[in-house]
């Protein structure tokens, strides 16, 4: 049985930094793509990054491009977020998915692509 576990969410200041992490068990990382995904209240779920975890690529929304960074680590089988220059735009509930078999570096951000979530944690950023 698959299961991914997220950490790492909080309330910080605008400016301020997190470092998501999604513990998988159940999964071996190094096999396909994982993803990190937010929504926001009454917003629809948006992809922020993924990593393909066979070749180490990684892909980012425009949104977070120069300020968030997904990495993994194979030993501990865990993938991290690391949010840095966080905005009040940035507040929202942030899941990590796995599984995707048919992504690639243009179609990383369908979550329907993905088999696997957790169950979120979630990041509030206050101005």
């Not at 994982?34 to 990054?49: D, H, I, L, S, T």
């Amino acid at each position: 049985q698959v299961s991914l576990v997220e950490s790492g969410g909080g309330s910080v200041h605008t400016g301020g930094s997190l470092r998501l992490s999604c513990a998988a068990s159940g999964y071996i990382i190094g096999s396909d793509y994982m993803g990190w995904f937010r929504q926001a209240p009454g917003k629809e779920r948006e992809g922020v990054a993924a990593i393909d975890t066979r070749r180490g690529t990684t892909v980012y929304a425009d949104s977070v491009k120069g300020r968030f960074t997904i990495s993994q680590d194979n030993a501990k089988n865990t993938v991290y977020l690391q949010m840095n220059s966080l905005k009040p735009e940035d507040t929202a509930m942030y899941s990590c998915a796995a599984g995707c078999t048919f992504c690639s570096t243009t179609y990383w951000h369908v979550g329907g692509y993905y088999i696997y979530w957790g169950q979120g944690t979630q990041v509030t950023v206050s101005s």
